[in-house]
């Protein structure tokens, strides 16, 4: 079946430490996001990218970087300077540009 | 930048009622996107629109792309606890707004009681 895949479901680290997200997804999309939601709240963009090896900042980009290495994969780094990193995280594609987006099932990361 | 006013933010209602909400922004939209999230998981697309007017059908849920293309309703009819959830509007701007991205309303939450 195809779609996407966000591992793992939980993820607990210590304040200081990056941490890396993943995301991959076998439904031949071009274009991948990353999407932050905090409790009550709607979806902030993260990052995007629309080809392999290009990818463009998103609302709130300070504190997390990415890469596109390949079609199949977005994985997303939290880092240390990201202030308030606990919230769960949401992984997306999409054909191409202005066509719906489909998700991965979230990461919920708790940094304490 | 565009925004998108969703309402209501939450409804709660009887199993067998009808439901409406609505999607409204300042700015043109050429698609309007309809998803669902349930409790910890990602959101999943209901409907899309593409057209000013267009009215789609998904089982008992309902879609219409606004006249003005500045609004879009959803309608669930029949409501069932399964339809627990929340629901969000989304859209992408006309190209005259020199953005590609997709702008997500705040949801709304709706909860059925038996």
């Known amino acids: 079946d195809g779609g996407i895949t966000q591992s793992p479901k939980y993820l607990f680290r210590k304040e200081g430490q990056n941490v890396t997200l993943s995301c991959e997804q076998n439904l031949n999309h071009d274009a991948m996001y990353w999407y932050r939601q905090d409790p009550g709240q709607g979806l902030r963009l993260i990052y995007y990218s629309q080809i392999v090896n290009d990818f463009q900042k998103g609302d709130i980009a300070e504190g997390y970087s990415v890469s596109r290495e390949k079609k199949e994969s977005f994985p997303l780094t939290v880092t240390s300077a990201q202030k308030n990193p606990t919230a769960f995280y949401l992984c997306?594609?999409?054909?191409?540009?202005?066509?719906?987006?489909?998700f991965g099932n979230g990461t919920r990361l708790t940094v304490t | 930048g565009q925004q998108l006013n969703q309402s209501p933010q939450s409804m709660f209602i009887q199993e067998g009622e009808d439901v409406s909400m609505n999607c409204t922004s300042s700015s043109i939209f050429n698609t309007w996107l309809w998803y669902k999230q349930d409790p910890g998981e990602g959101p999943v697309l209901l409907i899309a629109?593409?057209?000013?007017?267009e009215l789609t059908s998904n089982g008992r849920l309902t879609a219409q792309f606004g006249i003005t293309r500045k609004d879009s309703f959803l309608n669930i009819s029949a409501s069932i606890p399964s339809d627990v959830g929340i629901y969000f509007c989304?859209?992408?701007?006309?190209?005259?707004?020199?953005?590609?991205?997709?702008?997500f309303g705040t949801g709304t939450r709706l909860q059925v009681f038996p």
């Open positions: 997306a594609s999409s054909i191409q540009g202005f066509s719906p987006l489909h």
């Open positions: 989304a859209g992408y701007p006309d190209p005259s707004y020199n953005t590609d991205k997709l702008i």
């Open positions: 629109l593409y057209k000013a007017g």
